[in-house]
């Protein structure tokens, strides 16, 4: 695995661990021991995605869980993704699920928009796609 994957790993690692709390890039790069310029391009060179969003879809696809899996009311759900306001937290959903969180919970089947980020280097390009499929092998 070369050096780069080993700090993406690093730094999701610390993300989905940290989910919960607030998170920024200065805290992630203290807590790892690099820059946050560092981390930046790093993570968007290798997952071309920023931080701030994988950081935002994973809240999102746990708050969508949350919705379908829970009675919790929205606006709670809106709080622990880290939105401010049940407003915000809808645009945003919008935005990734393509419908607002009530519809959503109404619908009641749950599909990650955003899963964890696994960099997988130890597999060939074959066996990766087989993976990323199922085991089934893709076009």
């Given at each position: 695995?070369?050096?780069n994957n080993t700090v993406v790993e690093k730094i999701v690692d610390y993300i989905e661990t940290h989910i919960?709390?607030?998170l920024s890039l200065d805290k992630i790069a203290n807590a790892l021991n690099y820059s946050k310029f560092y981390i930046a391009r790093i993570f968007t060179e290798e997952t071309k995605c920023t931080v701030y969003k994988y950081i935002q879809g994973r809240r999102l696809t746990l708050a969508?869980?949350?919705l379908v899996e829970t009675e919790q009311p929205?606006?709670?759900i809106a709080y622990e993704a880290h939105y401010d306001s049940q407003q915000a937290f809808t645009l945003a959903f919008k935005q990734l699920y393509e419908c607002t969180p009530n519809i959503y919970r109404k619908n009641g089947m749950f599909y990650?928009?955003?899963s964890r980020?696994?960099?997988?280097?130890?597999f060939d390009r074959c066996s990766f796609i087989?993976?990323?499929t199922g085991g089934k092998l893709a076009a």
């Open positions: 695995m070369n050096n919960n709390e607030d969508a869980q949350k929205i606006v709670e990650p928009k955003q980020i696994y960099m997988i280097s130890s087989y993976y990323l």
